[in-house]
Nanobody
């Protein structure tokens, strides 16, 4: 089992920045993906970004604005979100994908006002 604890959500004006953090309860080998999904009201959950073996992967909608990073020593993944737009408003979920299971955080709300 892996518990994931997220932090860093909140309310920000358009054009602003937020940094999300997600700490895992145990070590996650770098070859397994850690990342972020989001779900806006009335929409499906979608991948925002993940990172595996040091290689990041971004959704087209956030590429160039968001940066994912990972500190394996702290079992933590970060999402730096810049140039935020109202359409980024959603609940953001941390995710870990192991070979035999996926784990989710409880979610953190990000609200971007226009």
């Amino acid at each position: 089992q892996v518990q994931l604890v997220e932090s860093g959500g909140g309310l920000v004006q358009a054009g602003g920045s937020l940094r999300l953090a997600c700490a895992a309860s145990r070590s996650i080998l770098s070859r397994y993906a850690m990342g972020w999904y989001r779900q806006a009201p009335g929409k499906q959950r979608e991948l925002v970004a993940n990172i595996r073996s040091g290689s990041p992967n971004y959704a087209d909608s956030v590429r160039g604005r968001f940066t994912i990073s990972r500190d394996n020593a702290k079992n933590t993944v970060y999402l730096q979100m810049n140039s935020l737009m109202p359409e980024d408003t959603a609940v953001y979920y941390c995710n870990v994908e192991l070979w035999d299971a996926r784990y989710w955080g409880q979610g953190t709300q990000v609200t971007v006002s226009s």
